[in-house]
């Protein structure tokens, strides 16, 4: 047996059997840190495992329980067996001695001091009555050898104390101290309060203060770990669940340290989960050095990320003793736990995406096939209308097919090689006034769709100063000429000035625009040219509702001065009042729609019969509508107006199909 040194008296080494056991809330390895052989005599001089009258619940005290006499335990041979080492070991005043050396002393042996990174770490110390003085000075020599295992600085790890019995009190708050020789002088000088048990309280406490930015604390935003080690002796003389769960919520780890007298089910109430790595539970206060060297442990676990080798290919994330590998956004770990794959959130079969579903980092994302746009809802999807949506050039009409779309011209005209142009009225000579209704219950987004209508009227006359010249008036409760028919000489200067007419929006003065138009719009100051000229005086009202005056004698004496009047209604127009308007017949004269969407199929009638060439402008008779051939024209446009709405609504059909097929999926 080799001989170690204790106390200047050689000592034989303790048997292989005879090793200290502690029986607690969670097993402790060893009584002794490594390297401390006299420390390991001692503990085994105070086992007594096998002892007659008494089991070791516990390493109560430095000196041999009085149950178990000197001679009454097993045969195992103990060093106090000796005579030589009696005197000297067993003594009462010798163990004393041995357990009130420093503590921290021993931590020496522990390693180098670990690298735990940057720390927020509070003490909450149970300093009540029942924590006895020589209990106390254990407690502090074990904070003092613990701050020596630590890296501490402004960087790195924080440390701050909170001592508590019925009040709480701040020893040293985390910014107090940079130096580890303040800490410890504060520790030393520290006084117990010696009242009652309020642990809550101390929780409370250190969430609310000694964890604040104010005390110390780094920034939530800067992700320093926050840990508070909790050492009590007794059971809470209030709740702690609660308020543990909230410091937990908050982001801070507890460590719950049980010694002698502690209620277990306190200390898994406070502590972090798992518990069995944040929960101890210590037999005695002599035995408070483990805990310090296995939290030690903890802390200074090797970073093995920071080591290499981990293989991982996005995120390395290292635990005490082990690492992770983890993935950035948008990926999910392979089967090898270390490669990472692109997350098809398409896969799933949730997207209801009515095309394609197209997969991002941040999840299923819906696509539109060509032609087609994205409805508000992120799924549907509804063909796209290229004719609203670009500056297609069509004189006539724009169809919108799929992707592209294509100019049309009216019945009888023919496309120009530009592929945007129709032949116009070219023969003779035309002064067009327009009279279009501004009046309230138009309603804005209604008379952009009237300008765009009188803009494509435009489109087929040959303006010019010597061909057809066009004057616009906008009438509500009052009447304004927005621009007389000698102001533009271009099809273009026309359309731009259409475009910019502001609404007036306000009541429906018919017969007020019906005389300014008579006795203003058609004078040769406004540009109209001489009646000896013979230039036909053509007059166009556009109206949506009744008038709130008499139309009667205006709309009379326009057709007197040879004004050729055509009237336009939509929506709430009466009938009775575009029939008064018109010139005769009315049935050539007069054109209704139902909405303003619909207003494209009167341009066909209003074309027939302004332009000089095909209507009453070049001086033609008005052809009967009972003649055969009339006849037949009519019902070739009636049919081709019932293909376009028979059209329209499969279109509608298959919307609401779809719409159907969606809603269904959702349910």
């Known amino acids: 047996e080799r001989s170690l040194p204790v106390g200047g008296v050689a000592a034989r080494a303790p048997p292989p059997h005879c090793q200290p056991r502690v029986k607690c809330g969670r097993r402790l390895s060893s009584l002794q840190p490594p390297g401390s052989p006299h420390l390991g005599h001692a503990a085994c001089a105070v086992t007594w495992s096998n002892c007659r009258g008494g089991s070791a619940r516990g390493l109560r005290s430095a000196a041999a329980p009085p149950s178990c006499p000197a001679g009454s335990g097993s045969k195992t041979s103990l060093p106090c067996h000796s005579s030589t080492m009696r005197g ?8 004393l001695l041995l357990f009130l050396q420093p503590w921290e002393t021993q931590l020496q042996f522990a390693g180098p001091r670990c690298r735990t990174g940057p720390l927020d770490l509070v003490f909450v110390i149970d300093s009540s ?28 790890t924080r440390v701050g104390v909170i001592q508590y019995s019925s009040q709480v009190q701040s020893v040293f708050p985390l910014r107090a101290f940079s130096r580890r020789e303040d800490m410890e002088r504060a520790i ?9 048990t309020m642990t809550g309280l101390a929780i409370q406490y250190a969430m609310n ?17 926050r840990i508070a080690v909790i050492v009590t002796d007794g059971r809470p003389q209030d709740r702690v669940a609660e308020v543990a769960a909230q410091a937990r919520a908050r982001g801070i780890e ?121 409805l508000p809802d992120g799924r549907s999807c509804q063909a796209r209308d290229l004719c609203n949506g670009v500056d297609h050039g069509c004189e006539f009409q724009c169809v919108s097919e799929g992707h592209s779309y294509r100019c049309l011209c009216p019945e009888g005209q023919q496309l120009q090689a530009d592929g945007k142009s129709c032949n116009r009225c070219r023969e003779g000579h035309v002064d067009l006034v327009l009279l279009v209704d501004g009046s309230k219950s138009v309603r804005p987004q209604n008379f952009e769709l009237v300008k765009r209508f009188v803009n494509q009227i435009v489109d087929f006359l040959d303006v010019s100063p010597e061909g057809t010249r066009v004057g616009l008036v906008q009438f509500s409760s009052r009447v ?42 058609f004078s040769e100051a406004q540009g109209a040219r001489p009646r000896a000229l013979n230039v036909p005086r053509v007059g166009l009202v556009f109206t949506d509702g009744r008038s709130q005056d008499d139309i009667s004698v205006w709309a009379a004496r326009a057709k007197e001065e040879g004004i050729v009047m055509y009237a336009v209604g939509v929506g709430k127009a009466v009938e009775e009042e575009l029939r008064q308007i018109a010139s005769e017949p009315a049935e050539l004269h007069v054109s209704y729609s139902p909405d303003f969407g619909t207003m494209t199929h009167l341009l066909d009638n209003l074309r027939g019969s302004i332009c000089p060439e095909e209507g009453i402008g070049a001086g033609t008779e008005l052809q009967s509508p009972c003649e055969c051939e009339n006849l037949v024209e009519f019902q070739g446009r009636t049919l081709g107006a019932l293909e376009k709405l028979t059209r329209n609504l499969a279109q509608l059909t298959a919307r609401l199909e779809d719409l159907e097929n969606q809603l269904a999926t959702q349910k």
Request: hydrophobic letters at 35%; proline letters at 6%; glycine letters at 10%.
């Open 254 to 374: 507890i460590y719950a340290v049980g010694v002698q007298r502690a209620d277990v089910g306190s200390l898994r109430a406070m502590a972090s989960p798992p518990l069995d790595e944040h929960v101890f539970l210590v037999e005695s206060f002599d035995l408070i050095q483990e805990f310090g060297l296995q939290f030690q442990g903890r802390l200074c676990g090797k970073d093995l990320c920071a080591e290499g080798g981990h293989g991982c290919q996005h995120q390395c994330v290292s635990t005490p003793g082990t690492f992770h590998c983890a993935c950035n956004p948008g990926y999910q770990l392979a089967a090898d736990n270390k490669s990472c794959l692109v997350i098809d959130h398409c896969s799933f079969g949730n997207h209801s995406c009515q095309h394609e579903c197209v997969s991002t980092f941040g999840g299923p994302r819906c696509h539109c096939r060509e032609g087609h746009d994205l």
């Open 129 to 156: 009555r029942s924590v006895r003085p020589f209990e106390f000075e254990t407690m502090r020599q074990f904070l003092v050898g613990l701050l020596r295992g630590l890296d501490v600085g402004p960087n790195a």
């Open 480 to 521: 304004r000429t927005e621009f007389p028919l000698g102001r533009y000489g271009t099809a273009a200067e026309v359309k731009q000035a259409v475009l910019a007419v502001e609404y007036m929006e306000r009541g429906t003065m018919t017969g007020l625009a019906l005389r300014h138009m008579v006795e203003h719009s």
């Open 209 to 225: 203060v000694a964890f604040s930015v104010a005390e110390g604390a780094r920034p939530p935003e800067e992700r320093v770990p």
């Open 188 to 196: 030393r000088a520290l006084v117990p309060l010696a009242q009652g």
């Open 88 to 95: 000297l070991l067993c003594s009462p005043l010798f163990m």
